[in-house]
C-alpha cells in the first residue's frame, strides 16, 4: 500500500542540538499529522497541519505543511533526553470517504545523548 | 481527561487459543481502529467502526474479529493466535464530523503468544 517517505530513518544526536526530520508523498493531501511514540506507548499526536503553507509550533516543536501539499518536515530545537522515541508523520485527506486512511511514514528514530 | 483506553495493557496467551482485547474511550467519537504494530514499523490498520458499520482492510486475516457494542467500547477479537500475531495493539479515535482527519491512540496491549 502507499506509504510516505520518512526520512532520516534514525537520528543519534547530543543533547542540546536541533533535529530536524521529513515526509514526502506522491500524493497529494489535505491533513498532515506528526506523533511521537515512546517505547511501550501509544502513539501521541504533537502536531496536525491542515493548510498548505502552514507552520505551526508546540513548544520546542515546529512542523510545516508544504506549499505542494506532498511533503512536511517536523524541527526539535534544543532536543533533551525525554524527546528519545519514534516519531511518526502521518497524512490523511480529511472529509469525504478517505476518512480513516491514515498514510504513515515510516518513523525517524531518535536517540538523544545526555 | 478525555482519553483512549486500552485493557489489558499486557496480554500473555498460548498458540491457538482465543483472545479478546477491549478499548474503550470517553472522547464521543463516532469512528473506532484496531492496528497491529510490529517492532518500530508503523501501525497496520486491520479495521474500523464507523459508528455500527464495520469496515475491513483487505489483508486483514479472517482471524481477526472486532465487536462494537455501543459507541464507546470496542473490542479486538484473535480467533487462534499464531505465533506471528504477537505485536502491539492500538486503538484510536477519531471523529470525522468535526472536519479534521487526527487520531487519537490508545496505550496500546502488548500481546504475547507462547
Redesign the interface.
Known sequence: GQQLNQSPQSMFIQEGEDVSMNCTSSSIFNTWLWYKQDPGEGPVLLIALYKAGELTSNGRLTAQFGITRKDSFLNISASIPSDVGIYFCAAINAGGTSYGKLTFGQGTILTVHP | DAM?I?NPRYQVTQFGKPVTLSCSQTLNHN?M?WYQQKS????K?LF?Y?DKDF?NEADTPDNFQSRRPNTSFCFLDIRSPGLGDAA?Y?C?T?D?RS??????????T?LTVL
Not at chain 2, 518500530?40 to 501501525?43: E, F, G, I, L, R
Open positions: 483512549v486500552q469512528v481502529y518500530s514499523q508503523a501501525p490498520l474500523h464507523y469496515n502491539m492500538l484510536a477519531s470525522p472536519g479534521v482527519g487526527e487520531q487519537f491512540f490508545g496505550p496500546g502488548r
